[in-house]
């Protein structure tokens, strides 16, 4: 499942759009070998990379974002991030028991990532991290 950058994923801020491109960098650096090492590597970066993101997009979103909205898309964070350690699990001993399972779940939380919470649930606190991104990055570059 190779998958590129779409301009229309992109929030229009550089720093906010930077960080959500290096989901595609894992993805196609999983795709071009899709085994064992690959799923090692890409389950590593993406327990990274979710407490970094995440932690920054819900620090973002919260003072502009409704209570209800924002702890449901908080909450689909806490899925992705639950999904993640649960396959990391199944590697706990030095080898899955069974690599291809691991290997296919590795495949679909990468799938489910992009294809459901980037491309569909991010959008929708698009206005809410756009507008507190401004003022935190903006800011900064400023000062
Ligand atoms: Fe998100």
New binding site residues.
Partial sequence: MAVAWNDSYSFGHNKVDEERRKIFDIANQFAARRDLIAARAALAKLAEYSRIL?HT?ETLIFASLGQQEYNK?AH??RVLMKHVNEITLMDLDGKPQDEKVFVQKTAAILEMWIFN?FIH??PK?RPALLKAAQKVFDHSKAG
């Fill in positions: 995440f997009e898309h689909s964070h919470h649930e991010d606190v």
